[in-house]
Nanobody, 123 residues
């Protein structure tokens, strides 16, 4: 059973920080790129960040560039999304997903998805 499990979401004030985790079980993340996606009610799913299998290539959406950092610890079989300077418009359910390549478009091509974790940015 191949699973991805997100954690670390919650309620945070504008300007605050959260670190999301994406932990894999049933398979190793060594071979996979991991993408973070988010979806708010009534809005399209948006690719946020991705990282390749080696961790030497990353992509970030313009809306989060300079604020979010994706990283991975393959020894822990976990990928992280550090979110700083959070804004209300960052409020969404955040999902991680695994594919062989790092890409922010074509989310439907990702093979494995977690259940999502809610991030709410509000004063």
């Amino acid at each position: 059973q191949l699973q991805l499990v997100e954690s670390g979401g919650g309620l945070v004030q504008p300007g605050g920080s959260l670190r999301l985790s994406c932990a894999a079980s049933g398979f190793t993340l060594d071979y996979y790129a991991i993408g973070w996606f988010r979806q708010a009610p009534g809005k399209e799913r948006e690719g946020v960040s991705c990282i390749n299998s080696h961790g030497d290539i990353t992509n970030h959406a313009d809306s989060v560039k300079g604020r979010f950092t994706i990283s991975r610890d393959n020894a822990e079989n976990t990928v992280y999304l550090q979110m700083n300077s959070l804004k209300p418009e960052d409020t969404a359910i955040y999902y991680c997903a695994a594919d062989f390549l790092c890409h922010l478009s074509g989310a439907e091509d990702y093979d494995y998805w977690g259940q999502g974790t809610q991030v709410t940015v509000s004063s």
